[in-house]
């Protein structure tokens, strides 16, 4: 059985990466994240060659060995190149099956989903997560629309058996109530890596999650 299948089942904070608003550095907010007890990283980059990408991911997997699952947005061929666990896709990349085709089973296929048919067709077609989005406004990806709110999630979490993580805008104010309300676990960018200690906000956000999770 691959490692990343029980992470998979007890996620709680996920990280996705964004080198224009890093303070540190992609490198150091994952190492920073995965020594605080992050288990999924995913590497999103919009602005760096194929070749750099590699070279990047190589250095990502070896940061999250096999303390915290590895995806790569969008880019198959990078994950295969670095050997990550999978990819995140969202509703306008590869078609999941096809994906699934390159990929084999034993790797991760997450995909953005929007609404409550998504999920259910994600699911069917053999994602093993979504991504719900976006749950707050967020100026961080400038096409993701306006935020559902959280009370969302519940809909989404109802009606389908895969882990559901939450994504777009979540900050140390809101992410209670996105928790409260089902998500598996939680995606953050900026309200990570803004910070200046990447390692803190991490922690707090998985003592949070964990905190609501036993309590309920
Ligand atoms: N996808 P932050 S929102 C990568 O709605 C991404 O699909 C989204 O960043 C979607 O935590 C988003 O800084 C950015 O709001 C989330």
């Known amino acids: 059985m691959p490692f990343w299948k029980s992470l998979l089942n007890d996620i709680d904070f996920y990280l996705v990466t964004d080198s224009g ?3 540190k550095g992609t490198l150091s907010d994952i190492k920073c994240a995965v020594a605080a007890g992050c288990k999924i990283v995913q590497y999103r ?3 760096k060659t194929t070749k750099e990408m590699i070279e990047e991911a190589i250095l990502i997997r070896k940061i999250c060995g096999d303390n915290a699952i590895f995806l790569v947005n969008d880019r198959i061929d990078v994950a295969l190149a670095a050997g990550a666990d999978g990819v995140h896709i969202g509703q306008d990349d ?3 099956d096809a994906a699934r085709k390159i990929l084999g089973e034993n790797k991760i296929i997450g995909l953005t989903v929007h609404d409550t ?3 259910i067709e994600a699911e069917r077609k053999g994602a093993d ?3 719900f ?3 707050f406004d967020t100026t961080t990806k400038k096409d993701a629309g306006m935020g559902v709110g959280p009370e969302r ?3 989404v979490k109802t009606i389908i058996d895969i882990p559901i993580v939450a994504i777009g805008g979540i900050n140390k104010d809101n992410c209670v109530s996105v928790v409260e309300n089902g998500a598996d676990g939680l995606v953050a960018i900026s309200a990570i890596v803004c910070s200046d200690d990447v390692k803190r906000e991490t922690k707090y956000f998985i003592e949070t999650i ?3 999770k036993q309590n309920s």
Request: aromatic share 4%.
């Open 21 to 23: 608003l890093s303070r």
């Open 45 to 47: 980059e919009k602005d």
């Open 94 to 96: 590869m078609p999941i």
């Open 117 to 119: 048919d998504e999920a």
């Open 129 to 131: 997560y979504v991504g």
């Open 133 to 135: 989005s976006p749950i």
């Open 153 to 155: 999630v519940q809909a």
């Open 210 to 212: 964990r905190k609501i």
